[in-house]
């Protein structure tokens, strides 16, 4: 178990850049999840993926916003068109779902997005 | 919608003393609640999970409670260190949602 992977740790980049993260979950982990947490703030969730499929989207996702699983493993998440207010933590957790049971979520150390 | 509010937003304590962190929430129909510890730039560790049937969980020197019905759950640390030194982030699970609904966190400062 060598927990949730996310990179890269920071990024950095103008506004109107596309930028792209990548999480890799816990292996056995069929549930992955994406948040985004601003300073002093709690995280805020963004969307979730049940292996492959795309279950629930936050409306803080517009339509800028863009993430797949597309294998049911590693998930990426894709802001294009950056904009000032995009400056944040994301952050990934994966979990293992199971019939009649509540695991909890892991979390990776994030990715620190700056716009500049 | 699920809210939670996390008392005090910020503590410092010397070492060595039992301290209590609280959190609160609107909706009581949650499954769970975990709470989490974020070291300052770092993702969050799990601390401990309540299931909504539960009572209590306890962690070495940490205790958690939930009172599900009055929409409340303590952190209760013993004989606090240094090390301990982070924030504390509360979380539910509410209704047949998969996400997490976090509160804003109580900032602890541990004191030689």
């Known amino acids: 178990d060598t927990g949730v992977s996310q990179n890269p740790r920071h990024k950095i980049t103008k506004r109107g850049q596309n930028v792209t993260f990548r999480c890799d979950p816990i292996s056995e982990h069929n549930r992955l999840y994406w948040y985004r947490q601003t300073l002093g703030q709690g995280p805020e969730f963004l969307t979730y993926?049940?292996?492959?499929?795309?279950?629930?989207k936050s409306r803080l996702l517009s339509d800028r916003f863009s993430a797949e699983r597309p294998k049911g493993s590693f998930s990426t998440l894709e802001i294009q068109r950056t904009e000032q207010g995009d400056s944040a933590m994301y952050l990934c957790?994966?979990?293992?779902?199971?019939?009649?049971?509540?695991?909890?979520?892991?979390f990776g150390d994030g990715t620190r997005l700056s716009i500049l | 919608k699920q809210e939670v509010t996390q008392i005090p937003a910020a503590l410092s304590v010397p070492e060595g003393e039992n301290l209590v962190l609280n959190c609160s929430f609107t909706d009581s129909a949650i499954y769970n609640l975990q709470w989490f510890r974020q070291d300052p730039g770092k993702g969050l560790t799990s601390l401990l999970l309540?299931?909504?049937?539960?009572r209590e969980q306890t962690s070495g020197r940490l205790n958690a409670s939930l009172d599900k019905s009055s929409g409340r759950s303590t952190l209760y640390i013993a004989a606090s260190q240094p090390g301990d030194s982070a924030t504390y982030l509360c979380a539910v699970k509410t209704g047949t949602a998969s996400k997490l609904t976090f509160g804003t966190g109580t900032r602890l400062q541990v004191t030689l």
């Open positions: 957790a994966s979990s293992l779902a199971r019939a009649g049971e509540n695991q909890p979520q892991h």
């Open positions: 309540i299931q909504s049937s539960q």
């Open positions: 993926f049940q292996n492959e499929a795309q279950l629930e």
